[in-house]
């Protein structure tokens, strides 16, 4: 937008889109709950104009035997880690025509998932998504509705993991 200063005198005033909502984090995992918390968070992302960040957290504690096996490990895990990221960037890129940003992190899912909320101030809202199954919504849905809740600075929306794609598209 160009506004007139003076006689002659022109200024380009930038404003932000409309809209801008940050990033919406969510926790790649390759369980049906995952699915439908990505479609709820890139339907909502397009609408309100924000990204999405996808974790992926490996825990490699368990890799302590010799030195040169871990660093191979790791890396191999990482590897894994990053085609899996991009894969699911690429599904949502087919919604909502955005990039998304990608977290590979090691460690516990709970405290990688606090850190990158902490790291990135551009984070508002942390994504999950919740079983209805006899074995309760899923550790991290329990745990940061629970004890887990205070050490969130974010908003936390768990998305019903038995809703259907439509319903998602109406609901966003």
């Not at 942390?126 to 849905?141: A, D, Q, T």
């Amino acid at each position: 937008m160009t506004l007139k200063v003076g006689e002659g005198e022109e200024q380009t005033v930038h404003h932000g889109r409309r809209g801008d909502g940050g990033t919406y984090l969510i926790v790649a995992d390759d369980s049906e709950e995952f699915q439908v918390a990505l479609r709820y968070a890139a339907r909502l992302s397009e609408a309100s104009r924000a990204h999405i960040g996808i974790l992926s957290v490996t825990d490699v504690h368990d890799f302590q035997h010799w030195s040169n096996v871990e660093s191979r490990m790791r890396r191999e895990l990482r590897e894994e880690s990053e085609k899996f990221l991009w894969g699911i960037a690429r599904k949502i890129y087919e919604v909502n025509r955005q990039i998304s940003i990608l977290y590979v992190r090691e460690g516990s899912r709970k405290d990688q998932i606090v850190s990158v909320v902490d790291e990135d101030p551009s984070i508002r809202m942390l994504i999950l998504g919740g079983s209805g199954g006899k074995n309760g919504p899923g550790p991290l849905v329990s745990y940061f509705t629970g004890k887990g809740m205070d050490r969130l600075r974010v908003p936390l929306v768990v998305v019903p993991g038995h809703l259907e794609s439509q319903r998602i598209d109406q609901l966003t």
